[in-house]
């Protein structure tokens, strides 16, 4: 079955440091998403990309979030300068459609700000 | 506000026992609903998902959801749970006019714990 690839599964970083997460879809989707979760809260969704750009963001994607999709098959999500409320499990997503069929979350990427 | 409401923050069962988790949502007009698992150190995974027609949809590893439209509700149930359900459960809804990109509003979640 596709699968969503995410590296790295956990990333340290110092506070202020710019940090870089990696995401590979499910290759004949056109949809991506990024969605953290602050541990022992909810998914929260951060932002939406179809066609080269952004298409929805939510108010936590601030202006020190940022993604691309540099290749055909990468699509990345950075953040400039990590503060320690940054610390969470980051989570990308890809669907076929906007109706959302072949919705597929990937494994995460646990980054720890410290 | 608008949003996705799970009321059982932890639940304990026995294996056999029967399962009901909550899910309600205050979005009008259609929505989509899913209801995700996510085992300890894994990924979100799907269990289910409900887009139209048939109410009562039928997903993976023996579990159900009921679409109530009139009572903003998408309950998951399965009739007898095993030790290898404990994991946390998570009720999402794609809301209408979300720009049509289908992103995915989720519920707090709600941790199972079976019991052998």
């Known amino acids: 079955e596709p699968e969503v690839t995410q590296t790295p599964s956990h990333q340290v970083t110092q506070m202020g440091q710019e940090v870089i997460l990696r995401c590979v879809p499910i290759?004949?989707?056109?949809?991506f998403y990024w969605y953290r979760q602050i541990l022992g809260q909810k998914v929260e969704f951060l932002v939406s990309f179809y066609n080269n750009e952004i298409s929805e963001k939510s108010e936590i994607f601030d202006d020190q979030f940022s993604v691309e999709r540099p290749d055909g098959s990468n699509f990345t999500l950075k953040i400039r300068s990590t503060k320690l409320e940054d610390s969470a499990m980051y989570f990308c997503?890809?669907?076929?459609?906007?109706?959302?069929?072949?919705?597929?979350f990937g494994s995460g990427t646990r980054l720890t700000v410290v | 506000a608008q949003s996705v409401s799970q009321h059982n923050h932890h639940v304990i069962l026995s294996e056999a026992a029967s399962l009901e988790l909550g899910c309600n949502y205050s979005y009008g007009g259609t929505v989509n609903l899913f209801w995700y698992v996510q085992y300890p150190g894994q990924h979100l995974q799907l269990l289910l998902k409900y887009f139209s027609g048939d109410p009562l949809v039928k997903g993976i590893k023996g579990f159900e959801a009921e679409f109530i439209k009139s009572k903003f509700s998408f309950n998951l149930r399965k009739p007898s749970v095993q030790w290898s359900d404990t994991a946390e459960y998570f009720c999402a809804v794609n809301p209408p006019f979300s720009g049509g990109y289908n992103k995915l509003i989720f519920g707090a979640g709600t941790r199972l714990a079976v019991h052998p």
């Open positions: 997503a890809s669907s076929e459609s906007w109706q959302g069929a072949g919705y597929t």
């Open positions: 290759s004949n989707h056109l949809y």
